[in-house]
C-alpha cells in the first residue's frame, strides 16, 4: 500500500542525501489523479526540503530539483524518476503497485487499510473527550425565521460542544443536525485513528432558560397534555413564556426565583426539572438512534453548580475574581488591567452563570478522565465563549487549556419542510426518508429489498450528511432538498448507490473471487487510476485529523466513486475469463471497502441495496 512506497522513496531519498529516511515522509504525496490522465505516483516537494533545511535554502530552486532528480537512481520499485517545477515526481512499478495496493484485501485486513501509514506516527494518540452540545440561539419570530444554527428563542445564548446535546425540555431543533453529525464525524475519525474517544452528550439541563420554562409552566402548563405528547406540549409553553417575558418583567422575576429555588434545591422545583429532563433524554435518545449517534456519558450543566460555586471561590482565592459596579462577579480579561474586556461569571443574586458552570465542567472533565485533548464544536458566534473560557482556565493556573479546541461552524440557510418553517430534527428526517422512498419507487433500477423505508431512511441521512460536509465547516451554506437527492451528482445518494452496485457485483459473483490474483491482469489505466487514488486516503485522513475537516473525505470519496462508475464500464466481470474476472473482482472489493469506511467514518451506514 501507500506506506510501502512512500517510505522505499524516502530511503533512496536518504541514502542519496545521507539523511534519515524520516526526514523526507512530510515531503512526500501522492498525485492527484484525474480522468484517463497518466500522471507519476508521488512527487517531493522540494520547498519543504528546504524549509526543513535538508536542502539549502539559496540558489535556483529548479537547478536544484534538477540536480537532485539526477542523483536518483531508478530501481525495480521506482521505475521513473523525473523533475517538474519545483518537484521531483515518482513513478512506481505498475505490477508491485497494483500488488502492494490490493494485497491487505485478500487478507481480512480491509478495514485496516492505510492505518498504519507512517503518516500517522507524528499524532499525539491519547484521551479525546468530545463533548456535545447544544446552543440556544435567540431568534424573534419563528414564522419569518429560516436560519438555523442550532436554536429556539431563548433568553440568552448557550454554547455547544462537540455536537448536539439540546436543552432540556426543547424538541431537537433543526439545527440540532448540524452540530450532532460534525461532533460524530470527529470522534469517529479520532477512535479510527487510534485515539481513546469519550463521546459525552452534554445536557443543557440548567440555567435561566429552565427558569422560565418552569416559571411558565406554572402558569401555562397541563399535566393532561404534558402526557399526552411531553416534549410538544413544553416547547409550546416555552415559546409563550418567552414572548410574555419580553414585555412583562413579573415573568422575568419569576423565572429568577424559580432558577434560585432551583439551585438551593428547593424540593418542588427539583422534582419539576427531573420530570422534565427523562422526558426530553427519552425523546432525544430516539433521535440519535436514528441518526446512528451514540455516547458513551450522559452528562449536563446540573452536574456542575455546585462545582461552580467552588470555581467562584478559587478565582477569588486567586485574586481573579472583581466586583462590578452592578454587584456581578466578573474576571477581568484585559491584557492591561484596566477592566476594559471583563467575563461575568456571577449574578448580583449569588446564582452561577453558563460559563462558571463550564469551567467547573472543564475541570471536572480533566480530573475524572485524564483527557489529553478536549474538542468543542459550537456555530461560529460562540467563539468568544470559547476565547474566555480558555483565557480563564489558564489564568487559574490549568495549562491544560492549550489543549482544548473549539471547531466553529457556519449557518444553515433555508432548511424547511412542506409542512412549514418551524423545522424539528424529526421532520427533517422524516422528509429526507419520505422524498427518498418516493425517488427509489420513481427509480427503474432500484432493487427488491426487505425494508426500502430503512434503507430510505439510512439513504435520506446520508444526503443530508454530504450536503453539510462539502465544503467549509466555518462556511455558511443553503440547504436543497432536490439537489440533495439526487441520484448523479456529488450527493450521499451516489455515494450510496456506488456502494450498493459494488455489493451487487460481489454478490453476483460468489465463489469467483480468490485469495491469489494476478496483478499483471489490472494494468489497464483504469484500474491504475483508482489504485493511484487510494494512495491518497492515508493522506487525507491525516489531514482530516490536523484540521478536523470532513470536506477532504468527502471529497475524496466522490471522486473515488466517479472512477469506479468509469471502471464498471470499461472492466466488466461478466464475460471476462477466470483470472481476469478474478483481478477486477479484487481491485472493486478493494475500492468498496474503502468507500465504506470511510462512509462509516462521515458518521454514513452504508446500504447492500437501493
Not at 452561577?352 to 472543564?362: E, F, G, K, P, S
Amino acid at each position: 500500500m501507500a506506506c510501502f512506497f512512500r517510505r522505499t522513496i524516502a530511503a533512496k531519498l536518504g541514502r542519496t542525501l545521507q539523511q534519515s529516511e524520516d526526514a523526507f515522509i512530510p515531503a512526500l504525496s501522492a498525485v492527484p489523479v484525474f480522468k484517463k490522465q497518466q500522471t507519476a505516483d508521488f512527487k517531493l516537494s522540494i520547498s519543504t526540503l528546504r524549509i526543513r533545511g535538508i536542502l539549502p535554502s539559496s540558489g535556483d530552486i529548479q537547478l536544484q530539483t534538477e540536480g537532485l532528480a539526477s542523483r536518483l537512481e531508478q530501481d525495480s520499485v521506482v521505475e521513473d524518476i523525473s523533475a517538474g517545477r519545483g518537484m521531483i515526481n515518482f513513478k512506481v512499478n505498475r505490477k508491485l503497485l497494483v500488488q502492494k495496493m490490493l494485497e491487505p484485501f485478500g487478507k481480512d485486513e480491509d478495514e485496516k487499510f492505510a492505518l498504519n501509514s507512517e503518516l500517522f506516527n507524528t499524532l499525539k494518540r491519547g484521551t479525546t473527550l468530545v463533548e456535545y452540545r447544544y446552543v440556544s440561539v435567540c431568534i424573534s419570530s419563528f414564522s419569518t425565521c429560516n436560519v438555523f444554527t442550532c436554536g429556539l428563542p431563548s433568553v440568552r445564548m448557550n454554547e455547544f460542544l462537540c455536537c448536539s446535546s439540546p436543552n432540556i425540555a426543547k424538541k431537537f431543533h433543526a439545527g440540532h443536525l448540524r452540530s450532532t453529525i460534525i461532533g460524530n464525524f470527529i470522534a469517529n475519525l479520532k477512535q479510527c485513528l487510534g485515539y481513546d474517544v469519550i463521546r459525552m452528550n452534554y445536557l443543557g439541563d440548567w440555567g435561566m432558560q429552565f427558569g422560565l420554562l418552569g416559571a411558565g409552566f406554572s402558569k401555562f402548563g397541563c399535566q393532561e397534555k404534558l402526557k399526552q405528547n411531553p416534549l410538544q406540549h413544553l416547547f409550546e409553553v416555552y415559546v409563550q413564556v418567552n414572548k410574555e417575558a419580553e414585555h412583562n418583567e413579573d415573568m422575568m422575576q419569576a423565572a429568577r426565583d424559580f432558577f434560585r429555588q432551583l439551585e438551593q434545591h428547593e424540593s418542588e422545583a427539583v422534582s419539576l426539572w427531573q420530570q422534565f429532563r427523562e422526558i426530553t433524554v427519552d425523546e432525544y435518545q430516539h433521535v440519535y438512534k436514528r441518526l446512528g449517534v451514540h455516547f458513551d456519558i450522559y452528562s449536563g450543566e446540573s452536574f456542575h453548580h455546585h462545582q461552580a460555586q467552588e470555581v467562584v471561590q478559587q478565582l477569588h482565592s486567586r485574586g481573579l475574581l472583581k466586583t462590578s459596579e452592578k454587584g456581578t462577579g466578573v474576571v477581568d480579561l484585559s491584557s492591561t488591567g484596566d477592566m476594559s474586556s471583563v467575563c461575568t461569571v456571577l449574578r448580583s443574586d449569588g446564582t452561577t452563570l453558563y460559563i462558571t458552570r463550564d469551567l467547573a465542567a472543564a475541570i471536572d472533565r480533566k480530573e475524572k478522565y485524564h483527557f489529553d485533548e478536549m474538542i468543542y464544536v459550537t456555530d461560529k458566534s460562540q467563539a468568544n465563549h470559547f476565547h474566555q473560557l480558555f483565557h480563564i482556565l489558564l489564568a487559574m493556573g490549568h495549562s491544560w487549556a492549550d489543549r482544548c479546541e473549539h471547531v466553529p461552524f457556519g449557518l444553515v440557510l433555508g432548511m424547511n419542510t412542506r409542512r412549514g418553517e418551524v423545522v424539528f430534527l424529526e421532520d427533517v428526517l422524516d422528509e429526507a426518508r419520505a422524498r427518498m422512498l418516493h425517488n427509489m419507487n420513481q427509480s427503474k433500477t432500484t432493487k427488491e429489498m426487505d425494508n426500502p423505508e430503512d434503507t430510505a431512511e439510512k439513504v435520506g441521512i446520508s444526503a443530508l450528511i454530504v450536503q453539510d460536509f462539502r465544503g467549509a465547516l466555518q462556511s455558511d451554506y443553503k440547504f436543497d432538498w432536490d439537489r440533495m437527492l439526487q441520484a448523479q451528482g456529488d450527493t450521499g445518494v451516489f455515494l450510496q448507490y456506488t456502494h450498493a452496485r459494488l455489493r451487487s457485483l460481489i454478490r453476483r459473483n460468489e465463489g469467483v473471487e480468490a485469495v491469489i490474483f494476478d496483478p499483471s491482469l489490472l494494468l489497464e489505466q483504469t484500474s491504475i487510476t483508482i489504485l493511484q487514488h487510494l494512495l491518497r486516503y492515508d493522506e487525507v485522513l491525516y489531514q482530516s485529523a490536523q484540521d478536523l475537516q470532513p470536506k477532504h473525505l468527502v471529497n475524496f470519496l466522490l471522486k473515488l466513486c466517479h472512477l469506479i462508475a468509469s471502471a464498471h464500464r470499461e472492466l466488466p466481470v461478466k464475460g471476462s475469463s477466470q483470472d481476469v474476472a478474478q483481478a477486477r473482482l479484487r481491485l472493486f472489493s478493494g475500492a468498496c471497502s474503502v468507500l465504506a469506511n470511510g462512509m462509516r467514518i462521515l458518521g454514513i451506514t452504508p446500504v447492500d441495496k437501493m
